[in-house]
């Protein structure tokens, strides 16, 4: 009886790779589009920062008084307590925004007086309507019910004669959409300048050997990168955009770029304020962090 034959396959034998040896990497298939360009230059954002500036010392202030339609001056003692806020925004914004109120006009003034004349005077950065409270301090109100329902929620109860909060909270919206929009086109133009300045400074760069490009050195005006200020060690932020408006006003705006945030939850005294940090994409803004001012 004949013995049947089974057909067994030669072992494969694999090359083993020396000691040291490097591992050769596959190819990779060409990548489609420009997205990974824009990933890898960097420049995919850029940082602005936005400083909400509540308006300097007036005699309502020292009263304790609700105002908001009441075009009060400031008093003589608004400018010292100006003085920390002055050094903070030293460093002129290219975006000016201010209410048409007096004591926001005149905290500009103080704060920016070479050029406050060029800032954008807005009604909607005024501060919410009180109505028939207007004038009146806490202690005139503190037994009224409807002043502690008011209190309790804004939101839904409104002051007699005053601003719904819907009202408020849409020209808030508006407003601060637009000065979104004009510091993207603002830091969009910077971007593009400072693209340019740094291809022309190294335009003007000696080569390798040192001898100058063209046969001649470049005569103009060497570009050199701009630092924080400061202040002793301690390095400062400069804003981008300098906003002057009123505390209600300012609380708003800082629950708009922060929305897990409650409008009581921001401290803004008499002359201090907010500085917003944002990065600007292509498609989007993305709201960073909040600090004091100054």
Known sequence: MKQKRTYKAPPVRRKRR????????????????????????????????FALVRHSLTQANVERRYISYTDSPLLPEAEEVLRPMRRAVAHPAPLLYTSDMRRCRET?????????????????????????????????????????????????????????????STRTAHVWWEILQKAGRQT???????????????????????????????RTARLRRKRPGRVGNAYEARPDVLVVTHGGMVRRL???????????????????GILIT??????????????RLP
């Open 108 to 168: 500009l003034a103080q704060l920016r007086p070479r050029d406050a004349g060029r800032a954008h005077v807005d009604t909607r950065l005024r501060e919410y309507d009180f109505g028939m409270w207007e004038g009146l301090t806490y202690n005139d109100l503190k037994e009224d019910p409807a002043y502690r329902r008011w209190l309790d929620d804004m939101t839904s109860v409104q002051p007699p004669r005053g601003e719904p909060w819907q009202t408020f």
């Open 254 to 272: 800082y629950t708009l770029a922060f929305p897990k945030k409650t409008f009581w939850e921001a401290t803004v005294p008499i002359g201090a």
């Open 18 to 49: 020396q000691a040291g040896a490097r591992r050769q990497a596959r190819p990779k298939p060409p990548r489609c589009g420009t997205r990974h360009i824009r990933r890898r230059s960097g420049a995919s954002s850029v940082i602005v920062r």
């Open 188 to 218: 969009a133009v910077a971007a593009g300048q400072g693209a340019r300045g740094q291809r022309h400074r190294r335009e003007c760069e000696p080569d390798r050997e040192g001898s100058d490009p063209g046969g001649e050195r470049c």
């Open 278 to 291: 944002a990065a600007k994409s292509p498609r989007r803004w993305k709201f960073l962090r909040a600090e």
